[in-house]
């Protein structure tokens, strides 16, 4: 994108405005939000990642304490910015500027018409869609991914990877592809889930392309091995941070694999745990990861003709099922959705989603506030709120797949189109 | 493979059970009908109809012999209702199909029901001498079980289980044991009489009662009851029955006549045509539901004083003990008092104050400060001050805090009580002799030993900012302008506030609790609060300034509307409200009335109380945060008083819910072509394109069926961006208010009245000149604006249900206001849309305010202080909701009704 067309430039200006506008009308909202447990998680807390930092620049390594769970590749990079505290505006503006990257990156998966017609599949209503500037404004005035930005979450760089995965993958260059997914799989693991549809949708592309890759089992090889390396290779970098190798992978992928700390998410999983039995614990961490990844093979099989859905989909899941999700995550998927305007008028339960999570957004708050400030509620209300929180998302995600199907469906049945049909 | 036509089928056919129920007798329904009116009869507390109508041995005498006839059809709640409704039907169904519609009434209103029953009291009144009333149509069932097993008897005599023949007769009675193993309170005997008259029905004894054929079928054929009555089942079709052709294909099939089903036919034909009918889908109805909700809301309300939807207090945090302990203040101590309240009127400017206002104006001076911090390290506590300063719309609040802390003789400083007396009331009179008691009771508690909690004496100088100070400063939550505390103590659980404003004895003791923003305390301490003034002191209490509270209906109502007036309006009450958001239990005892209780009996009661608190073991939390108190020892809790609110609130959420659904599925009587857009459009060249073979009829066809079933395309650019330009709008007036200087506030006010008539009108021309917007477009702006008018709402019900009720009821026109159609003839849109923006006016916010400050006679610029003074200091957020939430919905309101207009 080297031609910045005014319409974009404005959005891009209007969202860097607002956050900075944000920032200085309302200068405890960012320590606000970053106290938020909607926003911040233990993987993805800013305050979390200044004690790493804080032990990292006077050489004690950034793990002991057992506070700080993110990769340490952040540290140097956060290392060159002041102090958050006594100067905010600059990191409250390279935030501001990661997002704006994501919806560069947004603008290029949207305008590359991938989500509407792949290689296998071409959606029947594809002409109805919005452009990447819209897509990106939505993206980038949409309050979750505000309150993401502004409460300084360090899943923004996973977003970044994915997006960039996808905006290299939906542009051909497959190498770029598997590097950044490598560096999104660094940052946080899930998104090494997402890469047998990514993997399929750089070989749908490239045989799009004049000349026809060799067979998907080679395209696979080759990829998982540029994938691999590439996560090998900032493991290696981390290593030479950090030194100690085994105290960073469990502080780390241990900590996110094995899901020890249960303060309260928007998420599923820190109540389960809570009430489990100890003895069961590990039995119902190897079921609920499961339950995550199984996902990835029976979306990509029944969807195989629009591997960019497939992950748009599983983004949505991960959003839901996610051992740390928060809002950020969320906003990822909605960030993806708009892509698929094509099929919203194949939708049947948008408003009722929608007015739940709305819902959510509103009492999920009010109920944290009872239980944990005024005493005169339990951790059952917030359990709740994040309980229909999920069944929102779930809705949506159901109800898109469904919008999918059906748009698959009357590809094959022409005759059936527009008509009703009923599932018996 | 794709379709989704390769699931197995449903375990059952639904449209078969529709079918069967829709052809169930006469006889059969209005059984049903009867059982399910009476269980519906049963959920009102008035009239317990199992009393009226139960078969009770003792209770049956000749004025009562309708009890024979009744039990069957009351039931003990909802669950043996619906299991004996599910095991009754078929049965009943059978034996109606197969006898006749007559013969079933006669038997079953007779003999089937009284031979049972007189069975049944034989054996229990006469046999057993027991008496145990019984009720339900299980008795029917094991009757005509009985008799299904008499007939089939005849025909297989016997089942063989192994080696062993059971004769199948037997079959019901292990029905009846099984049912009486695993049911509770089923009535083994009742079952047992039933069953041996179904035998003796059965076998063919009691044919007697049986009404001769011959008048039956006079009977049917005079009153043609066939043609009159829907789904009757004549006498003479019980032949067919008899031949073992299924009763339901049998009535089917044979009473084909038309005539039959006329009556319910006509009947399902309204409510289907109601039902296909668009316009009452989309438009009416939500409207009617809307407004049953807010009615069901109000009525819930009003229902809340009533015996059967309040409960009586009672103390649930066990180690509370209140009034167990002897309160040994007084005596002697009164003298201390004297001689307290003598040093203290010695530093006042006239001596010993009168009763006239001039008193009020005693300010708390260093001088008297001085003199209580030497009297409070005189006897032995550890004093400290604090000053504090705060500006709130132009005024400057100052003043110094005293305060003094029992150290605990058997604690270890981790928990602390608060006593506050604050110099001022919260009515800001002179609050001499609450300060003097206060002296003398830390005086008399530092030497008693047996405090295991920290007393913190806090001594302000008045009820608005200087607890507020003192608490954000103990929790290092203070404003610069606010000296943090020199001296601290554990964590607080529990505050009481004592105010005796004047020097003549007192008759009552009035509690105030309420805290900002409408948290309450804790509902415990309230209760130990009157009961150990009430129990131990023979003081009488009040609540919310209800001085004679004859506990009739119009009183309770009354405390609540009072006590809801005060939690929706947010502001603090007293010195004791400052407490609660720090989640510390407080309240304030004011005395009241001229009586014969002194000042020892205050404080033996504020001792008693301290007693309790001091025996508390954890934090306050066993009884109820939210309630709604209507009396001293009554209340209602938050499950019984939410949903008022809730439906309130949910009636904007149906309202918008429907709107959306009607710009999506209808949209106007007829819908013009230009409401299919470019999708539906494109879909059906996309279809022509790809069936150029289909005739063109039938492209139409398809056509006209895509209108019916595809959405229509919405819009939501326009309303979306309207809606929340609105609620952002809100800010200004919400900085403006809070920021003014009071001077301003009157003008600010009329200022925003007229921006009230003019903004709206001004939108509505800007929108239609600069956008044009559609039809659909309206619609969902409103129902854009009150899907979060009801999100808001039902948000607030549950931190401060009084608040979301009273914005609820005052937005309630708001659902019910829309763009007049420019359909209608102009004067009359013009007029009925005039008179719609004047009435909204009269309900806008600054109007509701204004009619307030009439009501009340409070100036205007004094509320809008106060509520600027609780945004700075408090945290006060009413404001929030009332610029945030309703007046922006109140706008889109207006604004559509300007709409109207050009």
């Given at each position: 994108?080297?031609?910045?067309?005014?319409?974009?430039?404005a959005?891009?200006?209007?969202?860097?405005?607002l956050?900075?506008?944000?920032?200085?009308?309302f200068?405890?909202l960012?320590?606000?939000?970053t106290g938020?447990?909607?926003?911040?998680?233990?993987?993805?807390?800013?305050?979390?990642?200044?004690?790493?930092?804080?032990?990292y620049?006077?050489?004690?390594?950034?793990?002991?304490g057992?506070?700080?769970?993110?990769?340490?590749l952040?540290?140097p990079?956060?290392?060159?910015?002041p102090?958050?505290?006594?100067f905010?505006?600059?990191?409250a503006?390279?935030?501001?500027?990661i997002?704006?990257?994501?919806?560069?990156?947004?603008?290029?998966?949207?305008?590359s018409?991938?989500?509407?017609?792949?290689?296998?599949?071409?959606?029947?209503?594809?002409?109805?869609?919005?452009?990447?500037?819209?897509?990106?404004?939505?993206?980038?005035?949409n309050p979750?991914?505000?309150?993401t930005?502004?409460?300084?979450?360090?899943?923004?760089?996973?977003?970044?990877?994915?997006?960039?995965?996808?905006s290299?993958?939906?542009?051909?260059?497959?190498?770029?592809?598997?590097l950044?997914?490598?560096?999104?799989?660094?940052?946080?693991?899930?998104?090494?889930l997402?890469?047998?549809?990514?993997?399929?949708?750089?070989?749908?592309?490239?045989a799009?392309?004049?000349?026809?890759?060799?067979?998907?089992?080679?395209?696979?090889?080759?990829?998982l091995a540029?994938f691999?390396?590439?996560?090998?290779?900032?493991?290696?970098?981390?290593?030479f941070?950090?030194?100690?190798?085994?105290?960073?992978?469990?502080?780390?992928?241990?900590?996110?694999?094995?899901?020890?700390?249960?303060?309260?998410?928007?998420?599923?999983w820190?109540y389960?745990?809570?009430?489990?039995f100890?003895s069961f614990?590990?039995?119902?961490?190897?079921v609920?990861?499961?339950h995550l990844?199984?996902?990835?093979?029976?979306?990509?099989?029944r969807?195989?003709?629009?591997?960019?859905?497939?992950?748009t989909?599983?983004?949505?899941?991960?959003?839901v099922?996610?051992?740390y999700?928060?809002?950020s995550d969320a906003?990822l998927?909605f960030a993806?959705?708009?892509?698929?305007?094509?099929?919203?008028?194949?939708?049947r339960?948008?408003?009722?989603a929608?007015?739940?999570?709305?819902?959510?957004?509103?009492?999920?708050?009010?109920?944290?506030?009872?239980?944990i400030?005024?005493?005169?509620?339990?951790?059952n209300?917030?359990y709740?709120?994040?309980?229909?929180?999920?069944?929102?998302?779930?809705?949506?995600?159901?109800?898109?797949?469904?919008?999918?199907?059906?748009?698959e469906?009357?590809?094959?049945n022409?005759?059936?189109?527009?008509?009703?049909a009923?599932?018996? | 493979?794709?379709t989704?036509?390769?699931?197995?089928?449903?375990?059952?056919?639904?449209?078969?059970?529709?079918?069967?129920?829709?052809r169930l007798?006469?006889?059969?329904?209005?059984?049903?009908?009867?059982i399910?009116?009476?269980?519906?009869l049963?959920?009102?507390?008035v009239w317990?109809?199992?009393q009226?109508?139960?078969?009770?041995?003792?209770?049956?005498?000749?004025?009562?012999?309708?009890?024979?006839?009744?039990?069957?059809?009351?039931?003990?709640?909802?669950?043996?209702?619906?299991?004996?409704?599910?095991?009754?039907?078929?049965?009943?169904?059978?034996?109606?199909?197969?006898?006749?519609?007559?013969?079933?009434?006669?038997?079953?209103?007779?003999?089937?029901?009284?031979?049972p029953?007189?069975?049944?009291?034989?054996i229990?009144?006469?046999l057993?001498?027991?008496?145990?009333?019984?009720?339900?149509?299980?008795?029917?069932?094991?009757?005509?079980?009985g008799?299904?097993a008499?007939?089939?008897?005849?025909?297989?005599?016997?089942?063989?289980?192994?080696?062993?023949?059971?004769?199948?007769?037997?079959?019901?009675?292990?029905?009846?044991?099984?049912?009486s193993i695993?049911?509770?309170?089923?009535?083994?005997?009742?079952?047992?009489?039933?069953?041996?008259?179904?035998?003796?029905?059965?076998?063919?004894?009691?044919k007697?009662?049986?009404?001769p054929?011959?008048i039956?079928?006079?009977?049917?054929?005079?009153l043609?009851?066939l043609?009159?009555?829907?789904?009757?089942?004549?006498?003479?079709?019980?032949?067919?029955?008899?031949?073992g052709?299924l009763?339901t294909t049998?009535?089917?099939?044979e009473?084909?006549?038309?005539?039959?089903?006329?009556?319910?036919?006509?009947?399902?034909?309204?409510?289907?045509?109601l039902?296909?009918?668009?316009?009452?889908l989309?438009?009416?109805?939500?409207?009617?539901l809307?407004?049953?909700c807010?009615?069901?809301?109000?009525?819930?309300?009003?229902?809340?004083?009533?015996?059967?939807?309040?409960?009586q207090?009672?103390?649930?945090?066990?180690?509370?003990?209140?009034?167990?302990?002897?309160?040994?203040?007084?005596?002697?101590?009164?003298?201390?008092?004297?001689?307290?309240r003598?040093e203290?009127?010695?530093l006042?400017?006239n001596?010993?104050?009168?009763e006239?206002?001039?008193?009020?104006?005693?300010?708390?001076?260093?001088?008297?400060?001085n003199?209580?911090?030497?009297?409070?390290?005189?006897s032995?506590l550890?004093?400290?001050?604090?000053?504090?300063?705060?500006t709130?719309?132009?005024?400057?609040?100052?003043?110094?805090?005293?305060y003094?802390?029992?150290?605990?003789?058997r604690?270890?400083?981790?928990?602390?009580?608060?006593l506050?007396?604050?110099?001022?009331?919260?009515?800001?009179?002179?609050?001499?002799?609450?300060?003097?008691?206060?002296?003398t009771?830390a005086?008399?508690?530092?030497?008693?030993?047996?405090?295991?909690?920290?007393?913190i004496f806090?001594?302000?100088?008045?009820?608005k900012?200087?607890t507020?100070?003192w608490?954000d400063?103990?929790?290092?939550?203070?404003?610069?302008?606010?000296?943090p505390l020199?001296?601290?103590?554990?964590?607080l659980?529990g505050?009481?506030?004592?105010?005796?404003?004047?020097?003549?004895?007192?008759?009552?003791?009035?509690?105030?609790?309420?805290?900002?923003?409408g948290?309450l305390?804790?509902?415990?301490?309230?209760?130990?609060?009157v009961?150990?003034a009430g129990g131990?002191?023979?003081?009488?209490?009040?609540?919310?300034?209800?001085?004679?509270?004859?506990?009739s209906?119009?009183?309770r109502?009354?405390?609540?509307l009072?006590?809801m007036?005060?939690?929706?309006?947010?502001?603090?009450?007293?010195?004791?409200?400052?407490?609660m958001?720090?989640?510390?239990?407080?309240?304030?005892?004011?005395?009241?009335?001229?009586?014969?209780?002194?000042?020892?009996?205050?404080?033996?009661?504020?001792e008693?109380?301290?007693?309790?608190?001091?025996?508390?073991?954890?934090?306050?939390?066993?009884?109820f945060?939210?309630?709604?108190?209507?009396?001293?020892?009554?209340?209602?809790?938050?499950?019984?008083?939410?949903?008022s609110?809730?439906?309130?609130?949910g009636?904007?959420?149906?309202?918008?819910?429907?709107?959306w659904?009607?710009?999506?599925y209808?949209?106007?009587?007829?819908?013009?072509?230009s409401?299919?857009t470019?999708?539906?459009r494109?879909e059906?060249?996309d279809?022509?394109?790809?069936?150029?073979?289909?005739?063109?009829?039938?492209?139409?066809?398809?056509?006209?069926k895509?209108d019916?079933?595809s959405?229509?395309?919405?819009?939501?650019?326009?309303?979306?961006?309207?809606?929340?330009?609105?609620?952002?709008l809100g800010?200004?007036?919400?900085?403006?208010?809070n920021?003014?200087?009071?001077?301003?506030?009157?003008?600010?006010?009329?200022?925003?009245?007229?921006?009230?008539?003019?903004?709206?009108?001004?939108l509505?021309?800007?929108?239609?000149?600069?956008?044009?917007?559609?039809?659909?477009?309206?619609?969902?702006m409103?129902s854009?604006?009150?899907?979060?008018?009801g999100?808001?709402?039902?948000?607030?019900?549950?931190?401060?249900?009084?608040?979301?009720f009273?914005?609820?009821?005052?937005?309630?026109?708001?659902?019910?206001?829309?763009?007049?159609?420019?359909?209608?003839?102009?004067p009359?849109?013009?007029?009925?849309?005039f008179?719609?923006?004047?009435?909204?006016?009269?309900?806008?916010?600054?109007?509701?305010?204004?009619?307030g400050?009439?009501y009340?006679?409070?100036?205007?610029e004094?509320?809008?202080?106060?509520?600027?003074?609780?945004?700075?200091?408090?945290?006060?957020?009413?404001?929030?909701?009332?610029?945030?939430?309703?007046?922006?919905?109140?706008?889109?309101?207006?604004?559509?009704?300007?709409?109207?207009?050009?």
């Open positions: 994108m080297l031609v910045v067309d005014r319409r974009q430039a959005v891009f200006a209007g969202a860097l405005a956050r900075l506008l944000l920032l200085v009308l200068p405890s960012p320590d606000l939000l938020r447990v909607e926003v911040s998680t233990p993987i993805s807390s800013f305050k979390r990642l200044q004690e790493g930092l804080f032990l620049t006077r050489n004690v390594s950034p793990y002991d057992g506070v700080f769970h993110q990769a340490p952040l540290l990079v956060f290392a060159l910015l102090n958050a505290r006594e905010p505006l600059p990191t503006l390279f935030y501001s500027l997002d704006l990257i994501n919806a560069n990156a947004l603008i290029t998966i949207s305008d018409g991938q989500a509407g017609s792949g290689r296998l599949f071409s959606a029947l209503r594809k002409h109805i869609r919005w452009d990447g500037v819209s897509i990106a404004a939505w993206f980038l005035f979750f991914t505000i309150a930005c502004l409460g300084r979450s360090t899943s923004v760089f996973t977003t970044t990877g994915i997006l960039y995965a996808l290299n993958a939906v542009s051909g260059n497959s190498l770029n592809a598997m950044s997914l490598g560096f999104a799989s660094y940052l946080s693991i899930y998104p090494a997402l890469f047998i549809p990514l993997m399929l949708l750089c070989y749908d592309r490239r799009q392309g004049s000349r026809l890759p060799a067979g998907v089992a080679i395209f696979a090889v080759q990829h540029i691999l390396l590439s996560i090998a290779g900032l493991l290696g970098i981390s290593c941070i950090v030194g100690d190798f085994s105290q960073f992978i469990s502080a780390t992928y241990g900590f996110q694999l094995l899901v020890p700390d249960l303060t309260p998410n928007v998420g599923l820190w389960f745990f809570i009430e489990m100890d614990r590990e039995f119902f961490l190897g609920f990861w499961l990844a199984a996902y990835v093979g029976g979306l990509t099989v969807l195989r003709g629009q591997p960019l859905f497939v992950i989909s599983l983004l949505g899941i991960f959003a099922f996610k051992p999700p928060s809002i906003s998927y993806l959705l708009p892509l698929y305007r094509h099929l919203f008028p194949l939708m339960y948008t408003f009722f929608v007015s739940a999570l709305l819902y959510a957004t509103l009492l999920g708050p009010a109920f944290y506030h009872l239980w400030y005024a005493g005169s509620g339990n951790a209300f917030f709740a709120i994040t309980l229909v929180w999920s069944l929102g998302l779930s809705i949506l995600l159901a109800d898109t797949i469904f919008a999918a199907l059906r748009d469906w009357e590809q094959e022409p005759e059936m189109r527009g008509k009703e009923r599932q018996i | 493979m794709a989704p036509a390769a699931l197995p089928p449903l375990p059952f056919n639904p449209a078969r059970v529709r079918s069967y129920l829709l007798p006469l006889f059969t329904r209005l059984v049903v009908l009867a399910i009116i009476f269980w519906l049963e959920l009102q507390t317990s109809v199992i009226w109508g139960a078969l009770a041995p003792d209770e049956i005498g000749l004025g009562s012999m309708y009890r024979l006839n009744t039990y069957p059809i009351i039931h003990n709640g909802f669950f043996h209702a619906f299991l004996n409704l599910v095991a009754l039907t078929p049965l009943i169904e059978r034996f109606e199909a197969e006898h006749g519609t007559l013969t079933a009434v006669a038997l079953f209103l007779g003999p089937l029901s009284t031979f029953a007189g069975l049944y009291l034989l229990e009144k006469f057993l001498h027991r008496n145990t009333a019984v009720v339900g149509a299980s008795v029917w069932v094991f009757l005509l079980l008799t299904e008499i007939k089939t008897f005849k025909s297989h005599p016997y089942f063989s289980l192994g080696n062993y023949k059971i004769p199948t007769w037997t079959s019901p009675l292990f029905a009846c044991v099984v049912v695993l049911l509770p309170n089923t009535s083994f005997l009742g079952h047992m009489c039933a069953i041996l008259v179904g035998y003796l029905f059965g076998l063919g004894y009691l007697v009662f049986v009404p054929e011959k039956l079928r006079w009977i049917e054929g005079k043609n009851l043609g009159r009555l829907p789904h009757y089942i004549s006498v003479d079709q019980k032949t067919y029955g008899r031949y052709v009763p049998n009535t089917m099939g009473r084909g006549t038309p005539m039959s089903y006329l009556g319910s036919s006509q009947r399902l034909a309204a409510i289907r045509k039902r296909s009918n668009p316009h009452f989309y438009v009416h109805l939500p409207h009617i809307s407004f049953i807010v009615l069901a809301g109000v009525i819930w309300l009003l229902l809340l004083p009533l015996n059967d939807y309040s409960r207090t009672y103390i649930s945090e066990n180690a509370l003990l209140p009034g167990q302990v002897h309160a040994y203040f007084s005596g002697s101590e009164q003298n201390i008092f004297r001689g307290y003598k203290l009127d010695g006042l400017p001596g010993a104050p009168g006239g206002s001039e008193r009020n104006d005693i300010e708390l001076t260093p001088e008297i400060s003199k209580i911090q030497s009297v409070l390290r005189a032995g550890k004093v400290a001050t604090q000053k504090y300063e705060y709130s719309a132009g005024i400057t609040h100052q003043g110094k805090n005293v003094a802390i029992i150290q605990a003789p604690g270890d400083a981790t928990e602390a009580i608060v506050v007396t604050a110099w001022k009331t919260a009515d800001g009179e002179l609050n001499l002799n609450g300060v003097t008691l206060a002296l009771l005086r008399y508690f530092k030497r008693w030993s047996l405090w295991s909690k920290d007393i806090l001594i302000t100088p008045d009820s900012s200087g507020q100070a608490i400063a103990y929790h290092d939550m203070q404003p610069p302008s606010v000296q020199p001296l601290k103590s554990g964590a659980q505050g009481l506030v004592v105010e005796y404003p004047f020097d003549h004895r007192f008759e009552s003791l009035h509690i105030v609790y309420d805290g900002v923003n948290q305390p804790n509902l415990d301490l309230i209760n130990t609060a009961s150990i131990q002191m023979g003081i009488g209490t009040n609540l919310q300034e209800m001085w004679d509270h004859n506990d209906y119009e009183a109502l009354q405390t609540i009072r006590g007036a005060k939690q929706g309006l947010g502001y603090a009450t007293g010195a004791h409200s400052s407490f958001p720090y989640h510390i239990d407080a309240i304030t005892l004011q005395t009241k009335g001229d009586g014969w209780q002194d000042e020892m009996a205050l404080g033996r009661t504020v008693s109380l301290c007693r309790s608190l001091n025996n508390l073991l954890e934090h306050l939390h066993q009884s945060f939210f309630y709604l108190l209507m009396q001293t020892n009554r209340f209602v809790s938050i499950g019984t008083y939410l949903p609110a809730m439906l309130i609130a009636n904007f959420t149906i309202m918008a819910i429907a709107l659904l009607r710009t999506g209808y949209m106007g009587s007829k819908p013009k072509p409401a299919n470019g999708v539906s494109n059906k060249q279809q022509l394109a790809n069936s150029p073979d289909k005739g063109k009829a039938k492209a139409t066809d398809v056509e006209q895509n019916a079933n959405i229509i395309e919405r819009q939501l650019a326009l309303p979306l961006s309207f809606v929340v330009g609105q609620h952002l800010l200004v007036p919400l900085f403006v208010f920021n003014l200087s009071h001077k301003y506030f009157t003008t600010a006010t009329y200022t925003v009245m007229v921006a009230d008539v003019v903004l709206p009108l001004l509505a021309v800007l929108l239609t000149q600069g956008f044009t917007p559609k039809p659909q477009q309206y619609l969902l409103k854009f604006s009150l899907l979060l008018l999100l808001f709402l039902s948000t607030l019900a549950t931190l401060n249900f009084s608040l979301s009273m914005i609820g009821l005052l937005c309630t026109p708001l659902s019910f206001v829309s763009r007049i159609s420019p359909t209608t003839s102009a009359f849109r013009y007029a009925l849309a008179v719609g923006l004047v009435l909204l006016n009269l309900l806008s916010p600054p109007v509701i305010l204004l009619g400050c009439w009340t006679g409070v100036p205007v004094t509320i809008l202080t106060q509520a600027a003074f609780g945004w700075d200091v408090w945290g006060m957020w009413t404001q929030v909701v009332v610029w945030c939430v309703w007046w922006p919905a109140w706008m889109i309101g207006c604004a559509l009704l300007g709409f109207s207009l050009f």
